[in-house]
């Protein structure tokens, strides 16, 4: 989540923090610029490379960390290249008017979340164990916070981007929120590809079908799969069958070798932090035994929420890839 300072800590000159970032479990760090915020000026200083600099900028990533006690920032050079330049870390009033005015909400939402999460933990721990006691600093904190907001940045040169923050809050014992750490992703060709193939899916499932493709449509909230008549017949299915069937049973039609790499592979695609696209082979076992090669592809349609990213759809064709040579098999 990115850095939201309050009145105080935007009034802060304490010293910036020295750690590197960590996101995911995975220390990544970057050359950063420092942000001594004094009456909402910023100051700079550029700390010294890190190791890993390449490796960060390599995988599209930029680096945050943001002392929230304190008040000092500190972003990585790709960070600021993502939002479009910035000299130095921005402060709150420079980040929302780079951020697109309707999503703005969605980034403070996730720093009003942490202070609920911290309440209901304060709240279950006194609950369980009485009053922490008067030194608050000998009780446990709440655990960290993940966060993962996608959301639009309108560039100086009037370009709309679609931006990925990916972090986690960290807490004192008594529950105040003490760190905001993550990483930022420029994800604006993975969300245009998104679209394009949804609307294609949604305009063209009878070309589709002429084609000898299936359009399936898996809601995610409720493991259910609709598909169509090109569909049941790509799995020998007959044209009564009903439209819409439990996850669980459409695996069943498949190969049991690959069954396991399919459910591996739709839980990579419906994670959050990934692109939320599935394209693979596998086989299918149809009512009179035959064994057929498929090939799928789909992509996951995500909702916010206060308590992060879910997946709520995936949208995608079917084609029957039996007869084209060496047609590829799930592995």
């Known amino acids: 989540m990115l850095p939201l300072p309050t ?44 190791a890993s600099h390449d490796a960060v900028v390599a995988a599209g990533m930029g680096v945050y960390d943001f002392d929230l006690m304190a008040g000092a920032t500190a972003w990585s050079a790709h960070a600021l290249k993502i939002y479009g330049g910035f000299d130095a870390p921005p402060t709150t009033v420079q980040l929302r008017a780079r951020v697109h005015p309707l999503d703005w909400p969605k980034l403070y939402a996730a720093r009003l979340d942490a202070d609920r999460h911290a309440a209901r933990f304060l709240a279950e721990r006194t609950s369980a164990a009485g ?11 709440p655990p960290p916070l993940s966060t993962d907001v996608l959301h639009r940045i309108i560039r100086p040169d009037g370009a709309l981007r679609w931006v990925r ?8 014992p008594d529950g105040t929120p003490r760190r905001s750490v993550g990483v930022l992703r420029d994800v604006t060709e993975e969300m245009s590809e998104r679209a394009r193939l949804a609307a294609e899916i949604e305009r063209g499932r009878g070309a589709l079908a002429a084609a000898g493709l299936g359009t399936f449509d898996f809601d995610a909230r409720t493991d ?20 819409e069937r439990p996850l669980a049973e459409v695996l069943e039609l498949f190969h049991p070798e690959d069954r396991e790499p399919i459910c591996v592979a739709i839980g990579r695609s419906l994670s959050p932090h990934t692109g939320g696209r599935y394209e693979a082979n596998h086989r299918i076992v149809r009512p009179d035994g035959a064994v057929r090669h498929v090939a799928w592809r789909s992509i996951v349609e995500f909702a916010e929420g206060f308590d992060g990213r879910h997946p709520i759809r995936s949208v995608g064709t079917v084609e029957d890839v039996t007869d084209r040579p060496n047609a590829p098999v799930a592995e």
Not at 224 to 243: C, E, N, Q, S, Y
């Open 131 to 141: 009053a922490p006691g008067d030194d608050p600093a000998s009780a446990v904190a």
């Open 165 to 172: 923050a990916t972090g986690e809050y960290q807490f004192s």
């Open 7 to 50: 009145d105080r800590a935007a009034q802060s000159d304490a010293a910036p923090p020295r750690s590197p970032a960590k996101a995911g479990g995975r220390a990544i760090t970057d050359t950063f610029r420092r942000d001594r915020m004094n009456d909402g000026r910023a100051k700079t200083a550029v700390a010294p490379p890190e």
């Open 224 to 243: 259910a799969v609709r598909w169509d008549g090109a569909t049941k017949r790509i799995f020998g299915l007959p044209d009564d069958t009903p439209d």
